[in-house]
T-cell receptor
Framework: GESVGLHLPTLSVQEGDNSIINCAYSNSASDYFIWYKQESGKGPQFIIDIRSNMDKRQGQRVTVLLNKTVKHLSLQIAATQPGDSAVYFCAEWEGNFNKFYFGSGTKLNVKP | GAVVSQHPSWVICKSGTSVKIECRSLDFQATTMFWYRQFPKQSLMLMATSNEGSKATYEQGVEKDKFLINHASLTLSTLTVTSAHPEDSSFYIC?????????????FGPGTRLTVL
C-alpha cells in the first residue's frame, strides 16, 4: 500500500503549550484523512477528520491542516493537557482500495 | 452509539493452539469490518478486510490459512489465529464500518492482546 509517514516519533511539550504533530502521505489520490489518538493498551480513538476539498478543519482544541500540494497534514492541539499524552496516528483513506493505511505514529508526552 | 467490542480482551495460549477473537458492533450493523495487527511501539497494520457474507480480502504478506476470518452476520466478525506461535503475539484490533452509509467512518474496538508462550 501507499506509505503514510510521520516526521517525529516523539514529541514532548509543557502543559498548556500548543502541540503540532505532522504527517506526510504519498498517494495524491487519497481524499480523506483522519487523526486518531491511542492510549496504551487501547484501540484508536477518533479525533478529527478532513476531506481533500478542505485545507483546514477545527474541533474542540484541535485543528487539522491539509496541504495537498506537498501532501502533508498536521494536527494542532491547543493548550495541551496531561490527558493528551498518547500516541497519535494519521490515517489515509484509499478510496480505490476501500481501506485505511496508518502512519507510523507520534508519541506525545505532556510534562506538567 | 457506534460501539465496537472485542472478546477476549487478553488471551494467553500455548504455541500450536488456535485462538478465536470476536469483533462485534453493538448498536449498529456493519457490512465491512477490518482487522489490524499492532506490535509494540508500532503502527496499526491492516491484515484483512472482512465483508459480511463473502470471503475476506487479505493484505499482501498475510497468510489467509493462518488468520481465518469469518463475517457471518452484520454484527459479528471473527479472527482465528491457527497454530499460533510466539511471533504471532501482538495486539489485534478490529474496526467496523457503518452499513448503508457512504461515509468512510469506521469505529474501532478496544483491541485483543494475544500472548503465545
Amino acid at each position: 500500500g501507499e506509505s503514510v509517514g510521520l516526521h517525529l516519533p516523539t514529541l514532548s511539550v509543557q502543559e498548556g503549550d500548543n502541540s503540532i504533530i505532522n504527517c506526510a502521505y504519498s498517494n495524491s489520490a487519497s481524499d480523506y484523512f483522519i487523526w486518531y489518538k491511542q492510549e496504551s493498551g487501547k484501540g484508536p480513538q477518533f479525533i478529527i477528520d478532513i476531506r481533500s476539498n478542505m485545507d483546514k478543519r477545527q474541533g474542540q482544541r484541535v485543528t487539522v491542516l491539509l496541504n495537498k500540494t506537498v501532501k502533508h497534514l498536521s494536527l494542532q492541539i491547543a493548550a495541551t493537557q496531561p490527558g493528551d499524552s498518547a500516541v497519535y496516528f494519521c490515517a489515509e483513506w484509499e478510496g480505490n482500495f476501500n481501506k485505511f493505511y496508518f502512519g507510523s505514529g507520534t508519541k506525545l508526552n505532556v510534562k506538567p | 452509539g457506534a460501539v465496537v467490542s472485542q472478546h477476549p480482551s487478553w488471551v494467553i495460549c500455548k504455541s500450536g493452539t488456535s485462538v478465536k477473537i470476536e469483533c462485534r458492533s453493538l448498536d449498529f450493523q456493519a457490512t465491512t469490518m477490518f482487522w489490524y495487527r499492532q506490535f509494540p511501539k508500532q503502527s496499526l497494520m491492516l491484515m484483512a478486510t472482512s465483508n459480511e457474507g463473502s470471503k475476506a480480502t487479505y493484505e499482501q504478506g498475510v497468510e489467509k490459512d493462518k488468520f481465518l476470518i469469518n463475517h457471518a452476520s452484520l454484527t459479528l466478525s471473527t479472527l482465528t489465529v491457527t497454530s499460533a506461535h510466539p511471533e504471532d503475539s501482538s495486539f489485534y484490533i478490529c474496526s467496523a464500518r457503518l452499513a448503508g452509509r457512504s461515509s468512510n467512518e469506521q469505529f474501532f474496538g478496544p483491541g485483543t492482546r494475544l500472548t503465545v508462550l
